[in-house]
């Protein structure tokens, strides 16, 4: 019967190494930034020829478009980096000018609560595009059901934001090592 040390082991390093499992997910957030990026370069080139026609709502509603995409790229950013140096390895390029001032120091925490504020952002962007619609002319108004059922999202989003954000509060407080 081989020894519990070597047994024990060979199994901590082969759930050590399964980390690398999640590299292939990271590549492919890779691909969904690609695909945000052609969808704001078609928006924009969509709406672009339209700009001295456009009334302010509509402007605001394109703009808010675009916000709301650069928003869901950034989420990929901060999930694509955080992630891969929390949970695979350390990105090794100390050296690099453009490297950004929060890589490496945002934890798991940080990274929950960055997320969670992302989402409610792109939520109430998405919202707030909805109300412009109602009086907007030429355009299918929500319908009140809908609206309902976003708003109820949206503060679903909001109270999961502020339960976490107290949470990690807590844990702080009681000088224990979070998760």
């Known amino acids: 019967m081989p020894d ?3 047994v024990e082991s060979t199994l901590e390093n082969g759930l050590f190494a399964s980390r690398w499992l999640m590299a292939p997910m990271y590549l492919g957030l890779t691909v969904a930034l690609f695909g945000l990026t052609i969808v704001f370069v078609r928006e924009l080139i969509y709406y672009a020829p339209e700009v001295m026609t456009m009334d302010a709502e509509s402007a ?3 703009a808010l478009t675009l916000i709301d995409l650069t928003l869901a790229a950034n989420l990929i950013l901060i999930v694509m980096f955080s992630g891969y ?6 990105l090794d390029i100390a050296g690099n000018a453009d490297r950004p001032a929060w890589m490496g120091t945002v934890d798991f925490s940080g990274l929950k609560m960055k997320l969670i504020a992302s989402i409610v952002a792109i939520s109430g962007i998405s919202l707030l595009k909805n109300f412009m619609e109602i009086g907007a002319a ?8 809908e609206l309902f059922w976003l708003v109820m999202i949206h503060l679903t ?4 934001g502020v339960f976490m954000a107290v949470m990690d ?4 407080k ?3 090592k979070g998760y």
Request: proline content about 3%; cysteine-free.
């Open 157 to 160: 989003f909001v109270a999961s």
């Open 174 to 176: 009681s000088g224990k």
């Open 4 to 6: 519990k040390g070597v």
């Open 169 to 172: 509060w807590l844990v702080a």
């Open 60 to 62: 605001i509603l394109v």
């Open 138 to 145: 030429g355009s299918e108004a929500p319908a009140e059901r």
């Open 85 to 90: 140096e929390n949970f695979v390895s350390k």
